[in-house]
């Protein structure tokens, strides 16, 4: 019996997520509590389908078979048919333990409960069921449809069968997944998030213009994306979660959040999603 999905949360993360398991004949069902974030997430989801075709990565006919592939809902209890269930909710600690206490009870006894969490513990997560050998991370880059990447990420009482059903299944939908342990922050965002902050810190003490930081390790280190052009892209107030968790977990000064960057989150300067970051965006 083929694999059906939830994904529970329909922002940036969510719908990609949705998109890219439609997009490779997976039955998706996307949840999110407001009405309009799956509005916004489907138009998104054909947004992206359409620049797909644009530019020859898809055939024209898949942009309507993977959409009609996408079921919305509003409730959690959409999840109670799944054999593999998503979780892609704001990185926040509260909101995700609660989740994965519902989705406990809702989700079938065999299902994989997964979280796209960016640095919050597997093991904490899975500690609020009752099937903490099914529970995993699965953590997806931005955007996800674009990006080849899942960092797996086993908990402590993650069993083998499941972190293999979770590889075999990035794979399925033409991502390398890449075994992790549950440490915070993970690997991806241990090595990023201080890089981003010490960029923050060059931002705050003077020492050069977002513009000449991001354009020193692109032309001197090859990144694609300078670290504050891709804070905007993250959004600040996510890196400032993720740092938070970093600090927290393992304790050391290094991971402490530069001043400015609490600063320009408590503005409300989020980046990209809020037209203003470390640059503005029309």
């Not at 509260?94 to 960016?118: G, M, R």
């Not at 299944?169 to 915070?184: F, M, R, S």
């Not at 609490?262 to 999603?273: D, F, P, S």
Request: charged share 20%; aromatic share 4%; net charge neutral.
């Amino acid at each position: 019996m083929a694999d059906r999905i939830a994904v529970v949360g329909a922002g940036q993360m969510g719908n990609g997520i949705a998109h890219t398991f439609a997009l490779k004949g997976f039955a998706v069902t996307l949840i999110d509590v407001s009405t309009d974030a799956l509005a916004k997430a489907r138009s998104t989801i054909a947004a992206n389908l359409d620049r797909q075709i644009k530019k020859a990565a898809i055939d024209p006919g898949a942009k309507d078979a993977a959409l009609a592939r996408i079921a919305d809902a509003s409730s959690l209890a959409a999840a109670s048919d799944a054999t593999i269930v998503i979780e892609a909710a704001s990185e926040n600690t509260a909101l995700k333990f609660k989740l994965f206490t519902e989705l406990d009870d809702i989700a079938p006894p065999t299902a994989i409960l997964a979280t796209n969490t960016s640095s919050i513990s597997i093991t904490e997560i899975a500690a609020r069921t009752r099937r903490p050998d099914r529970v995993i991370g699965m953590h997806f880059m931005n955007p996800v449809p674009m990006m080849e990447l899942v960092e797996v990420i086993r908990g402590l009482a993650t069993s083998d069968a499941t972190a293999a059903k979770t590889m075999e299944l990035a794979k399925q939908v033409g991502k390398t997944p890449v075994a992790v342990q549950d440490y915070p922050g993970f690997v991806a965002n241990r090595v990023l998030m201080p890089m981003i902050n010490e960029a923050v810190y060059c931002v705050m003490e003077g020492v050069a213009a977002p513009e000449a930081i991001d354009t020193v390790m692109k032309l001197g280190m090859n990144h694609p994306m300078g670290p504050l052009a891709l804070a905007d892209l993250i959004g600040l107030d996510t890196c400032l979660a993720i740092l938070e968790v970093l600090h927290t977990g393992l304790g050391d000064p290094k991971y402490r959040a530069c001043p400015l960057l609490r600063k320009y989150v408590a503005a409300g300067w989020l980046g990209r999603k809020t037209k203003r970051g470390f640059y503005t965006y029309s």
